[in-house]
Antibody
């Protein structure tokens, strides 16, 4: 059974840093397209960062230069390092497992329960 | 404002049929790219509902169906039930963006 468990969220002051973890079981993170998606209060879904199985990583423009995605193959865990946090980063952060659809298209068939990040003084 | 446009809300009575639209452009849905749908209850993570336009994952009732035509896609729910009250999001690919994960703004389904 595929399972994703996010941890690491919390209350942090503007300018601070947090590292989110997404522990996976039932599949191998390093073989999989993985994504971080966030959802602000009362808002829709916004992709934040993704990593291909080959290791290529991408960041949304809104977090470029501040966030970093990585994975630890030995722990089968995905990470999101978040620096220089701003109020607009306040959201629930979900990690999700991608499934290939076609060409460079993926859909997300398993999601973690999410971890809340609140950026406030 | 999302590149994929969904109505903010739809409503229907139990037993009725509702549809939720997801309107894009020639660089995404109209370009032949797949559309996927997610269901989200308050306080919970999104759940895959429809993938590759019209396919249901195991366990999703056949009351849920997806279709695509031109630059739009639709999610149809027949025989509405109270437990269908949730938010629904579409997702597709856009060839004009540097990275192509694209979500619609979401639609809240309310049972009357």
């Amino acid at each position: 059974e595929v399972r994703l468990v996010e941890t690491g969220g919390g209350l942090i002051q503007p300018g601070g840093s947090l590292r989110l973890s997404c522990a996976a079981s039932g599949f191998t993170v390093s073989d999989t397209y993985m994504i971080w998606v966030r959802q602000g209060p009362g808002k829709g879904l916004e992709w934040v960062s993704l990593i291909y199985s080959g290791g290529s990583t991408y960041l949304a423009d809104s977090v470029k230069g501040r966030f970093t995605i990585s994975r630890d193959n030995s722990k089968n865990t995905l990470y999101l390092q978040m620096n220089s946090l701003r109020g607009e980063d306040t959201a629930i952060y979900y990690c999700a497992k991608g499934e290939f659809s076609s060409y460079d298209e993926y859909y997300f068939d398993s999601w973690g329960q999410g971890t809340l990040v609140t950026v406030s003084s | 404002q999302s590149v994929l446009t969904q109505p903010p809300s739809v409503s229907g009575a139990p037993g009725q049929r509702v549809t939720i639209s997801c309107t894009g452009s020639n660089s995404n849905i109209g370009g032949g790219y797949d559309v996927h749908w997610y269901q989200q209850f308050p306080g919970t993570a999104p759940k895959l509902l429809i993938y590759r336009n019209s396919n249901r994952p195991s366990g999703v009732p056949d009351r849920f169906s997806g279709s695509k035509s031109g630059t739009s896609a639709s999610l149809a729910i027949t025989g509405l039930q109270a437990e269908d009250e949730a938010d629904y999001f579409c997702q597709s690919y856009d060839n004009s963006l540097s990275i192509s994960v694209l979500f619609g703004g979401g639609t809240k389904l309310t049972l009357l």
